[in-house]
């Protein structure tokens, strides 16, 4: 079975307007399923793959076969890290992380505000095309880190709760050069509820 574009949960309007509806078609309709299509075209050759998870995948990218190795990497991180791109936003969000993870985030990073300061520092430090993450590690520990290209958090061995795209294809029609306003601006968008729930069930 060849993997599939998860659905959207919002219309391409609902994270108006800090994200402009033709930048969400866009980016959902082009670049993530462009993404999936090129991971299933490389799979055919060796479909055994289909029956792995993705995440598998990603994990395990030694055991891929050399020839293949290099488009797995780069298409399957594109499918994963938009499949958990988009799972981060939702309209109507209160702005605050809720649960565990709050009282996490307070633990580790002092308050919210440091955190947040922390998260948009890796997203505008990631030089050219990338992702800012919170991840934790299998000690439950939060990290914010960035990642380059497609690469994935699962690679480092940590398991993301939460992730901006600050590649220019995410920003670039309503915000062009300006990637510090559209991460300042994101975070009335993030879906806490989700990550909250990633956080729950990261082992
Ligand atoms: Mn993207």
């Known amino acids: 079975m060849a993997f599939e574009l998860p659905a959207l949960r919002y219309s391409f309007d609902a994270l108006e307007p800090i994200i402009d509806a033709a930048t969400v078609e866009i980016h959902y309709t082009k670049h993530h399923a462009t993404y ?20 598998k995948i990603l994990c395990n990218l030694d055991q891929i076969p050399e020839d293949i190795r290099t488009a797995v990497r780069n298409n399957g991180g594109g499918v994963l890290n938009h499949n958990i791109y988009w799972a981060s936003m939702a309209p109507g969000q209160s702005g605050k992380p809720v649960g565990k993870l709050a009282e996490k985030i307070e633990d580790t990073f002092g308050n919210f505000m440091n955190f947040r300061t922390e998260f948009e520092k890796a997203g505008l430090g990631r030089f050219g095309s990338g992702y800012a993450w919170l991840s934790t590690n299998h000690e439950k520990q939060l990290i914010v880190h960035s990642t380059a290209n497609q690469d ?43 990550s909250e729930k990633r956080y729950l069930a990261a082992k």
């Open 36 to 55: 999936l299509k090129n991971l299933n075209t490389a799979l055919e050759k060796y479909p055994e793959f289909f029956e792995w998870s993705l995440e």
């Open 152 to 194: 994935t958090p699962l690679q480092e061995h940590l398991i993301p709760l939460l992730v901006v795209d600050v590649w220019e294809h995410a920003y670039y029609l309503k915000y062009q050069n300006r990637r510090a306003e559209y991460l300042s601006n994101w975070w009335t968008l993030v879906n806490w509820e989700e």
